[in-house]
């Protein structure tokens, strides 16, 4: 069974930094992008960051550029979101995902999401 189970997420005040993780299982995960996307509440869900397959190239959208930063181990069969100055809007639950040919609304794989709680 191939899984992508995230952790790390939380209740943090504004300003604040979290790591997510996102470990795949039940295959390798080394020839896919990788991601993440957040739906807050009442909101589509949307991206946040990708990485391609060997970490030399990542993506982020423009509200969290310079504060995120993704990364992956594919050793470990693993992504990272590092989270920095979190503002009360980065509160949604976040989902990894990943897909052979780009992260986006429609993935072959997803997590169950993890929830990130940002307070003023």
């Known amino acids: 069974q191939v899984q992508l189970v995230e952790s790390g997420g939380g209740l943090v005040q504004a300003g604040d930094s979290l790591r997510l993780s996102c470990a795949g299982s039940?295959?390798?995960?080394?020839?896919?992008?990788m991601g993440w996307l957040r739906q807050a509440p009442g909101k589509e869900r949307e991206f946040v960051a990708a990485?391609?397959?060997?970490?030399?190239?990542?993506y982020y959208a423009d509200s969290v550029k310079g504060r995120f930063t993704i990364s992956r181990d594919n050793s470990k069969n693993t992504v990272y979101l590092k989270m920095n100055s979190l503002k009360p809007e980065d509160t949604a639950v976040y989902y990894c995902?990943?897909?052979?040919?780009?992260?986006?609304?429609?993935?072959?794989?997803w997590g169950q999401g993890t929830q990130v709680t940002v307070s003023s």
């Open positions: 990485v391609n397959w060997s970490g030399s190239v990542s």
């Open positions: 995902a990943a897909d052979p040919k780009g992260v986006g609304l429609v993935n072959e794989y």
């Open positions: 039940g295959r390798t995960f080394s020839g896919y992008v």
